[in-house]
């Protein structure tokens, strides 16, 4: 493995990711329900954080009730080729439920399943972003870069939050964000406040759009609030 230095989540670094959130396409208004597809590697390796970080994953959505609420479709991958998606669900609690289900079996990623699978769900009825939750990269990385590309391109943006510290995946996870309009941050179990305060300004741009967020940043001061000044 390289070792190349992960950058970590520090408070700069935070600000830069919601910087770049800020810069994303803004949801079209005529929508009722912003759609999100929140995909997890559940792989053997994120195991030992598991449960913690579905925990934090599922505080996500709190914030968006008050924006018309957001709908989301959870989706993992595991074992030997096993790829699902879960019925689409505007519920917080229902939607933890359904990350607490899920065990991890050891297998290889299947990033590629995931992006052909938003690109799939966009043809049947607009999704405004796609969140992507792991810690490997085992796939042609030519190939991710294509699929990321051509959700930019639909303006649908990845948010890819990658736990550890490969350097070869942090290359990857970087292009494919910046492919798709989306952005990128590491994370690990000692940054878990800020992984949900990112996840959290995610959740609030697709339900409601940039100016949802700029007004969930006011609200909440601390790291989320320095996105105000990144805007201005």
């Known amino acids: 493995m390289n070792d190349k230095k992960i950058p970590e989540v520090t408070s700069q670094g935070v600000s830069q990711f919601l910087s770049k959130v800020a810069k994303t396409p803004v949801k079209n208004a005529s929508a009722k329900q912003g759609r999100l597809i929140f995909a997890m590697d559940a792989t053997a390796s994120r195991e030992p954080t598991w449960a913690h970080a579905c925990h934090l994953q599922g505080e996500m959505f709190?914030?968006?009730?008050?924006?018309?609420?957001?709908?989301?479709?959870?989706?993992?991958?595991?074992?030997?080729?096993?790829?699902?998606?879960?019925?689409?669900?505007?519920?917080?609690?229902?939607?933890?439920?359904?990350?607490?289900?899920?065990?991890?079996?050891?297998?290889?990623?299947?990033?590629?399943?995931?992006?052909?699978?938003?690109?799939?769900?966009?043809?049947?009825?607009?999704?405004?972003?796609?969140?992507?939750?792991?810690?490997?990269?085992?796939?042609?990385p030519d190939a991710l870069c294509q699929l990321a590309g051509k959700l930019g391109l639909l303006n649908v943006p990845l948010f890819l939050f990658q736990e550890g510290r490969d350097s070869q995946t942090h290359s990857i996870f970087s292009q494919m964000a910046q492919l798709s309009g989306g952005a990128y941050a590491p994370f690990?179990?000692?940054?878990?406040?800020?992984?949900?305060?990112?996840?959290?300004?995610?959740?609030?741009?697709?339900?409601?759009?940039?100016?949802?967020?700029?007004?969930?940043?006011?609200?909440?001061?601390?790291?989320?609030?320095?996105?105000?000044r990144q805007l201005e």
Not at 67 to 79: A, E, N
Not at 191 to 203: F, G, I, M, T, Y
């Open 62 to 140: 709190t914030e968006t009730d008050t924006l018309g609420g957001l709908s989301v479709q959870l989706c993992y991958y595991r074992g030997f080729a096993k790829f699902h998606a879960n019925p689409w669900c505007d519920n917080a609690s229902a939607l933890l439920g359904q990350m607490s289900a899920v065990r991890c079996l050891g297998g290889h990623t299947q990033i590629s399943r995931v992006l052909g699978h938003a690109l799939s769900a966009h043809e049947q009825s607009n999704i405004q972003a796609v969140v992507f939750v792991g810690d490997a990269m085992e796939e042609n």
């Open 188 to 228: 690990d179990i000692n940054s878990a406040h800020e992984l949900k305060q990112l996840l959290s300004a995610v959740a609030v741009f697709a339900a409601g759009g940039r100016q949802a967020l700029e007004d969930y940043s006011q609200r909440s001061g601390g790291t989320i609030e320095r996105l105000t």
